[in-house]
């Protein structure tokens, strides 16, 4: 059975910072293209970053790029997401998730394109 754990949030002040980690187990992590993604109250989910099989490609929203760094370490099944200069607009439940990738550089930014997510793991920032 795939699954995928988050953990790392928490609550911090504006201009913080936070790291996420996300442990893959059940299939082989090397060949999935890994997302976060979040969701604020009242907000549909939306994509933060995405990362390719061997990190020669990476994504990363307008809204996060210079502040959030996406990484991954295939040989312990992880990806990370590194969060500085946070805002009181980064509040939400960040989640990971999976996709088999269909060539080296593959990246998702999409829900849909997703078939294995996190239960998800809170983020607040206070003001």
């Known amino acids: 059975q795939v699954q995928l754990v988050e953990s790392g949030g928490g609550l911090v002040q504006a201009g913080g910072s936070l790291i996420l980690s996300c442990v893959s187990s059940g299939r082989a992590f090397s060949r999935d293209v890994m997302g976060w993604f979040r969701q604020a109250p009242g907000k549909v989910r939306e994509s933060v970053a995405s990362?390719?099989?061997?990190?020669?490609?990476?994504y990363y929203a307008d809204s996060v790029k210079g502040r959030f760094t996406v990484s991954r370490d295939n040989a312990k099944n992880t990806v990370y997401l590194q969060m500085n200069s946070l805002k009181p607009e980064d509040t939400a439940v960040y989640y990971c998730?999976?996709?088999?990738?269909?060539?080296?550089?593959?990246?998702?930014?999409?829900?849909?394109?997703?078939?294995?997510w996190g239960q998800g793991t809170q983020v607040t920032v206070s003001s």
């Open positions: 998730a999976a996709a088999r990738s269909r060539w080296n550089g593959d990246l998702r930014t999409k829900e849909y394109e997703y078939d294995v």
């Open positions: 990362i390719s099989t061997s990190s020669i490609k990476i």
